[in-house]
Every structure is written in structure tokens, then in C-alpha cells.
Nanobody
Framework: QVQLVESGGGSVQSGDSLRLSCAAS????????MGWFRQATGKEREFVAS????????FYADSVKGRLTISRDSAKNMGYLQMNSLKPEDTAIYFC????????????WGQGTQVTVSS
């Protein structure tokens, strides 16, 4: 099992920045990919970004390219999502998730952290 705990959310103004963190614990050696997802009120959860736990190129949703940057420090069992130039439409609960190499979907999820961006 892998446990994920997000932190770093908050309320900011349009154009501000936030850095979300995701602390992984448990069987972290089984993590193959770490991803970030978000869910706005009344909407379905959507993919934001992902990165290989041991390295590799990150992937981003078109809506966040150039503004959000995913990174990880596997030695510290930490994942990050740096969010710059935030917009009101970025308001959502942000979840980190982890996928094992053989799994077709993300296996483990954090509880989420709220990000609210005011205009």
C-alpha cells in the first residue's frame, strides 16, 4: 500500500502562485508514475499532469501547459506541483495519485487539497 498526503493549497488572487506537495509513504518502491488531478465543484475529475517516479518527461493537460510544473524527489518520496499565473478556472480540489507499473489506472489517491483563485 502507498499513502499519499497533499498540502500547500489555499486561497490566492488571480496571477499568484502556489506550490502543492504530495508526501508518499508505505511501499513507495512500487510507484511508477505520480500524477496530479483536479476536480472543480460540479465537474468531473480531470487530469492535470504526470511524471515518471524514476525520471522521464512530464505530461500536462493543455489547459495548464506553461503555467504548472510537475516534479518529484523520489529520494524524499515527495511530489510537487508548482502553479504559476493562476486563474479563477484553476479553482478545484487537487489530488495527487500514484500508479504501479503494471496497473492501467492510478491505484492510490490522496485526500486532496483545496485551491481557490479569486479574480
Amino acid at each position: 500500500q502507498v499513502q499519499l498526503v497533499e498540502s500547500g493549497g489555499g486561497s490566492v488572487q488571480s496571477g499568484d502562485s502556489l506550490r502543492l506537495s504530495c508526501a508518499a509513504s508505505g511501499r513507495t518502491s512500487s510507484i511508477y508514475t505520480m500524477g496530479w488531478f483536479r476536480q472543480a465543484t460540479g465537474k468531473e475529475r480531470e487530469f492535470v499532469a504526470s511524471i515518471g517516479w524514476s525520471g522521464g518527461s512530464p505530461f500536462y493537460a493543455d489547459s495548464v501547459k506553461g503555467r504548472l510544473t510537475i516534479s518529484r524527489d523520489s529520494a524524499k518520496n515527495m511530489g510537487y506541483l508548482q502553479m504559476n499565473s493562476l486563474k479563477p478556472e484553476d479553482t478545484a480540489i487537487y489530488f495527487c495519485a500514484a500508479r504501479r507499473s503494471w496497473s492501467p489506472q492510478y491505484d492510490y489517491w490522496g485526500q486532496g487539497t483545496q485551491v481557490t483563485v479569486s479574480s
